[in-house]
């Protein structure tokens, strides 16, 4: 059961082409985002699709992949955990964002 506290599983279509960083201790870093959609019948009984952009980090072998097979407007399904950080801007602000670290990874479509 511990396996199911942090785990995330997304099908969604590339925004953009992967960021690739190779970093100086030889790991390899891929970030990227994809858009998940959802539909559903308003109160008029309309057609309403709502958009969710998820931030992806994958590192090592999965992020030589991401560089080398996906890019952007692909469709792929991630599954990994959830993790927040923070930094501090150049103003001195405290930021946050929340990303999904990406365990697996499928290609799917063509």
Same mark, same amino acid.
Request: glycine fraction near 10%; proline fraction near 1%.
């Given at each position: 059961?511990?396996?199911?506290?942090?785990?995330?599983?997304?099908?969604?279509?590339?925004?953009?082409?992967?960021?690739?960083?190779?970093?100086?201790? =030889? !790991?390899?870093? @891929?970030?990227?985002?994809?858009? *998940?959609?959802? #539909?559903?019948?308003?109160?008029? $009984?309309? +057609?309403?699709?709502?958009?969710?952009?998820?931030?992806?980090?994958?590192?090592?072998?999965?992020?030589?992949?991401?560089?080398?097979?996906?890019?952007? =407007? !692909?469709?792929? @399904?991630?599954?990994?955990?959830? *993790?927040?950080? #923070?930094?501090?801007?150049?103003? $001195?602000? +405290?930021?946050?964002?929340?990303?999904?670290?990406?365990?697996?990874?499928?290609?799917?479509?063509?």
């Amino acid at each position: 059961m511990n396996t199911l506290r942090n785990k995330v599983q997304l099908i969604g279509n590339l925004g953009n082409d992967p960021e690739i960083v190779n970093l100086e201790s =030889g !790991k390899t870093l @891929a970030k990227f985002s994809i858009a *998940t959609n959802e #539909s559903y019948k308003n109160a008029q $009984g309309e +057609k309403v699709t709502d958009t969710q952009w998820h931030n992806i980090v994958a590192w090592g072998k999965t992020a030589q992949i991401v560089e080398k097979y996906i890019g952007k =407007g !692909k469709e792929v @399904a991630i599954e990994g955990k959830l *993790t927040t950080r #923070s930094w501090e801007d150049k103003d $001195g602000i +405290k930021r946050y964002t929340t990303e999904v670290v990406c365990s697996e990874l499928l290609m799917l479509g063509k």
